[in-house]
């Protein structure tokens, strides 16, 4: 007589999920080894690589190949095969009469090129992710990624030419719309950020948007303050509190709680002097609102974009900014001439202190158990990292 009793399935392992300049790569945890698996996709450029948490077996990857352009790779069996998007993301064309993009001050007639960030739509939202791309635009898939459209609200607003600052000088990489954020709680009130613009918010499903810029400095733009022009470099709704966002600037590390206010606080004026709070990544506690971690780089005039001194740090904050404090125990004491990029610094929600992992421009993943109290090295040699995400597949 046949059982009744369903087959057990296996219990999920922690999986670390990287993109690089060269493919995909999925680094799994077995005990207190880690093993590598990949490349998927070898020699393309891999910017973002995350599971889907709703359902727990959908992977998406952007890919920029050498002569294929940009795309979107996805999986519906936990990455043991893949396909591409039927269609991946791309402005709409030029309207009627137009010659050149930009002319009626939106999107229309740009051309993608990096799809740059992912971000899995609501909780209430099955099948719906958003993407970034470079130049600045912003798409929505409503089928778990297999075809991308353009979100018009913001794409084919009348002032995106002038937000995206489409024509000037670009930052060094390019200019990038990352930092999709949708807010736990509304699946309608959405949060974005993008270099060379800054960051902004809808609260109507990205039908209208938003600058959402008030206390950020510009530097590098003398004169008064502006609406838009900023450049954020990774900007988070904190896991722990969604009326809190925190952002690393080109200009510094701040801090918003929307129960006061629209004005962002420079936090990162706390920082040691001859480190400076300027970096890329940054990341939050699971559990506590007031503790987030930062890796400061190098931001001086010439902008080498290595470690302070050569000597690697990353630095954490449990008072949301009144005090920081320096996590360096196992990383290199010199000649650390790497730095973390915007998506390459991931928490992982274990028990009793959440673990931190980042990737960094030489191609090594560093491991920090207990917040970031020791870290070690769990792999090397692999092409520059551009993103890690942790999670359980």
Not at 276 to 283: H, Q, R, S, V
Not at 287 to 312: C, H, I, K, L, Y
Request: glycine share 12%; proline share 8%.
């Amino acid at each position: 007589m046949p059982s009744s009793k369903r087959p057990r399935r296996a219990p999920l392992r922690r999986v670390l999920l990287v993109g690089t300049a060269k493919g995909a790569f999925l680094v799994w945890s077995k005990g207190r080894r880690w093993e590598i698996e990949g490349p998927h996709w070898l020699g393309s450029k891999v910017h973002d690589f995350r599971l889907d948490p709703r359902d727990g077996r959908t992977l998406l990857m952007t890919s920029t190949g050498g002569h294929l352009g940009p795309t979107v790779y996805r999986s519906t069996n936990r990455g043991r095969t893949w396909r591409e998007a039927s269609r991946p993301p791309a402005f709409a064309r030029l309207a009627r009469g137009r010659k050149k993009p930009g002319a009626d001050g939106t999107s229309r007639g740009v051309s993608v090129a990096v799809n740059f960030f992912l971000a899995p739509g609501h909780a209430r939202e099955p099948g719906v992710w958003y993407l970034g791309t470079s130049p600045q635009g912003l798409f929505r898939s409503e089928d778990g990624g297999d075809t991308w459209k353009g979100v018009n609200g913001f794409n084919h607003n009348p002032t995106y030419w002038k937000w995206s600052g489409q024509g000037q000088v670009g930052t060094p990489d390019g200019s990038f719309l990352h930092s999709i954020r949708v807010d736990p709680r509304d699946p309608k009130h959405l949060y974005l950020s993008m270099s060379q613009g800054g960051t902004f918010e809808s609260t109507t499903g990205g039908k209208k948007w938003a600058p959402l810029n008030a206390g950020v400095a510009m530097d590098f733009f003398p004169g008064p303050p502006r609406e838009y022009g900023h450049d954020p470099h990774c900007m988070i709704i904190h896991p722990a509190d969604p009326d809190v966002l925190y952002q690393q600037n080109h200009c510094g590390i701040y801090r918003l709680d929307r129960r006061t206010g629209d004005t962002w606080d420079r936090i990162g004026k706390k920082m040691p002097k001859r480190v400076g709070d300027i970096g890329f990544p940054i990341a939050g506690h699971p559990r506590d609102a007031n503790t987030v971690w930062v890796f400061p780089m190098d931001g001086t005039e010439r902008w080498p974009r290595t470690s302070p001194d050569g000597r690697a740090a990353v630095y954490r904050t449990q008072d949301g900014g009144k005090r920081w404090q320096r996590l360096d125990a196992g990383l290199p004491k010199e000649h650390a001439w790497w730095t973390v990029k915007r998506q390459c610094f991931a928490v992982e929600d274990v028990r009793p202190q959440p673990a931190l992992v980042f990737g960094t421009t030489s191609g090594d993943i560093w491991r920090g158990a207990n917040g970031g109290e020791s870290f070690e090295r769990i792999a090397e040699h692999l092409p520059q990292i551009y993103s890690i995400s942790a999670a359980r597949l």
